[in-house]
């Protein structure tokens, strides 16, 4: 069935470092590539998404990396602040026939002042 | 995001004991999804719905069953629950017609049964 990985599981970095949080999916039928962020006791909200017809999206310091052939995709978060410490999920929607959201385990992102 | 409502937003149940919890949205959308989250496992879809009268199954709808009582309401029910159906309940709301499938979420259910 249709899988979605996603790494590392949890990732610290210093105040003003780099973060990147990998995804791969399964379902090579995947078209819209969604990044949630949840932060403790909350809702996800979306911070970016991509659609399979672009290669990267950015957002200020948030940017997202597609790679069809491959099937996986990255987050990348420049600057970290400590509010960027949350928990991160990655999603794949199919378009064969269910258009089903799967999502990644999440990574527990944690900004070090 | 108050365009998707839940309630109760905490319930503690005994084992047997039939609980719903409901999902209200004001966004005018027609697709609504039903989430349950653990601690290491994500978000897995239990149920989902892409109008009044479509009702599907997701990866772990056993022991769940749902109704879309309308565009704008959809229940998800325990028939009898247990202890490993304590967890975190989300459901969302996305919208066909945009073509964009961003998804909402509401503001989750935190469900111990005892």
């Known amino acids: 069935g249709e899988n979605v990985e996603q790494h590392p599981s949890t990732l610290s970095v210093q105040e003003g470092d780099s973060a990147v949080i990998k995804c791969t999916y399964s379902?090579?039928?995947?078209?819209?590539f969604p990044w949630y962020k949840q932060e403790l006791g909350k809702r996800p909200q979306l911070i970016i998404d991509?659609?399979?017809?672009?290669g990267e999206k950015k957002d200020q310091r948030i940017a997202v990396t597609l790679n069809k052939t491959a099937k996986h995709f990255s987050l990348h978060i420049t600057e970290t602040q400590p509010e960027d410490s949350a928990v991160y999920f990655c999603?794949?929607?199919?378009?064969?026939?269910?258009?089903?959201?799967?999502f990644g385990t999440g990574t527990r992102l944690k900004v070090l002042a | 995001d108050a365009d998707v409502t839940q309630t109760p937003r905490n319930r503690i149940t005994k084992t047997g004991k039939r609980i719903m919890l409901e999902c209200s949205q004001t966004?005018?959308?027609?697709?609504m999804y039903w989430y349950r989250q653990d601690p290491g496992l994500g978000l897995r879809l239990i149920y989902y719905?892409?109008?009044?009268?479509?009702?599907n199954k997701g990866e772990i709808s056993d022991g769940y069953s749902v109704s879309r009582q309308a565009q704008a309401k959809f229940s998800l029910s325990l028939e009898s629950a247990i202890p490993n159906q304590t967890a975190l309940y989300f459901c969302?709301?996305?919208?066909?017609?945009?073509?964009?499938?961003?998804?909402?979420f509401g503001p989750g259910t935190r469900l111990t049964v005892t």
């Open positions: 969302a709301t996305s919208d066909s017609g945009t073509g964009v499938g961003e998804q909402y």
């Open positions: 379902d090579s039928a995947s078209n819209y």
């Open positions: 719905s892409f109008d009044v009268k479509d009702i």
């Open positions: 966004k005018g959308h027609d697709r």
């Open positions: 991509i659609r399979s017809n672009v």
């Open positions: 999603a794949a929607r199919s378009t064969s026939g269910t258009y089903k959201y799967i």
